[in-house]
């Protein structure tokens, strides 16, 4: 018999939606509610103790995130998801379910600055340690694992520098371990990479990026990959261990395959509150619909724009997956055939004059600090997000004085092209 399961476009469409059971709706109404009235004591109590599913209080869920949710889960292949006010709030809660003070993550060094932030500095503050290790090389992960080690991190392709990280080899060494396995997936997307199938048990994004797509509204989305047997496992107390507030219910044995995303829920959204608003929702919802007809062009143009700089007289190197002589070519064509993403970097001859000038003379680029937009965007992150360190310190980081970061939007490829040339020639 032939297969039913539905293709990706019409998940992106259909997935977790259903015409408004009260007035016939067929686009996703904004349920812009705080609270919902309960039938009766007993329907309050029931989803109060977690007995019924339901909506109490938006904090908690929402009707219109639920749809993102499920839509969130299908497309990547999860057992169920759960939205968030942004990307770092998903980073936040998915550790807070997993991770005591004194423990450890190891996560790869190649990530976007604001995570490596989030890592450095504030999971410090929780007892949260990060042990970095080598993004292009999957024996360091195994190696930086101890005993303290409650999960390991990366990104599927790490913003800024195209890197693509070698998922199955990592996801093997997690399993052997039996080490929750998170990517970050924001920069591929489901169309581009699902990284449940590769090994990962847990899927984080910022919906702000690609999901969205449009530059117009922040959020988030943890996908549980149900995949991770939590029970009787005393490392993971947050899912094995009784929880009093729900009468000694122990989530991990209640919940089974999706007992991750609901830990982040009930115990991560209700206590740590960063609630995405239905609104945002809304607008997140309405961008996944056109996910993959945009993902393919954000792919497509941005090869063709890779290529041309490549040949620029002003312009010493190039660095993205998808051009054949790149260093993670192998890599990209084994786990995003369809295309290496949007986002890329390139080196401008004459360095950091020659950076700050482009910036200045591009006209159709937006000079702003995001990705994933339908408008083509542009970042020379050493005279912005990496201007406090010192060139060394921005060399590391892969952003020296000579970077610039493109991230390829939607506009016909030709008027890209122009508005490159005439900023590197002016
Ligand atoms: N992960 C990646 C790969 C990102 O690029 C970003 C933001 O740029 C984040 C996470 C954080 O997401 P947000 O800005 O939605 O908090």
Redesign the pocket.
């Known amino acids: 018999m032939a297969d039913q399961t539905p293709g990706f476009a019409t998940l992106a469409i259909h997935a977790g939606a259903a015409p408004d059971a009260a007035t016939g709706a067929r686009a996703t109404p904004i349920y812009q509610t705080t609270s919902f009235v309960f039938d009766d004591v007993d329907h309050a109590a029931s989803l109060f103790g977690l007995q019924a599913f339901g909506n109490i209080y938006t904090r908690l869920g929402n009707p219109t995130s639920a749809v993102l949710e499920e839509r969130v889960a299908a497309l990547e292949g999860g057992t169920a998801a759960l939205a968030v006010a942004?990307?770092?709030?998903a980073?936040f809660l998915t550790m807070h379910a997993l991770m005591q003070p004194g423990d450890e993550f190891v996560a790869a060094n190649k990530?976007?600055g604001?995570?490596i932030n989030q890592f450095n500095h504030s999971y410090k503050n929780f007892g949260w340690n990060v042990v970095w290790a080598d993004a292009d090389d999957p024996a360091s992960f195994e190696a930086a694992i101890t005993e303290k080690t409650k999960a390991i991190f990366v990104?599927s392709i790490a913003?800024p520098g195209g890197v693509i990280v070698d998922l199955e080899a990592i996801g093997r060494i997690a399993k052997a371990h039996r080490i929750p396995f998170i990517v970050?997936n924001?920069?591929a997307s489901p169309y581009l990479i699902r990284p449940l199938e590769y090994g990962a048990d847990i899927v984080v994004h910022?919906?702000?990026?690609f999901l969205g797509g449009h530059g117009n509204s922040?959020?988030?989305v943890i996908v549980d990959g149900g995949s991770f047997d939590w029970t009787g496992d005393d490392r993971y107390p947050m899912l094995s261990k009784p929880r009093p507030e729900y009468g000694g219910m122990v989530l991990g044995e209640t919940f089974g395959n999706f007992a991750f995303a609901i830990a982040c829920r009930v115990l991560g959204l209700r206590d740590l509150g960063p609630a995405l608003s239905p609104f945002n929702a809304f607008m997140l919802l309405t961008g996944i619909e056109t996910l993959p007809l945009r993902m393919q062009r954000h792919c497509d143009s941005t090869l063709t724009v890779a290529r041309f700089l490549e040949k620029h007289p002003k312009v010493d190197w190039v660095c993205y997956p998808g051009l054949d002589n790149d260093k993670y070519h192998g890599l990209a064509q084994k786990y995003c055939p369809q295309g290496a993403g949007a986002v890329f970097t390139f080196g401008v001859t004459g360095g950091y004059e020659a950076g700050v000038k482009l910036v200045s003379n591009l006209k159709l680029f937006s000079h702003l600090a995001?990705?994933g937009d339908t408008r083509s965007l542009v970042i020379h992150p050493a005279s912005t997000t990496h201007r406090q360190l010192t060139e060394a310190q921005q060399i590391a980081a892969g952003a020296g004085p000579d970077v610039v970061r493109l991230s390829i939007g939607l506009e016909d490829t030709a008027d890209l092209i122009r508005d490159l040339d005439q900023a590197l020639t002016a």
């Open positions: 942004s990307g770092h709030a980073e990530l976007y604001g995570s990104e913003n970050d924001t920069m910022s919906a702000t990026k922040i959020g988030g995001n990705i």
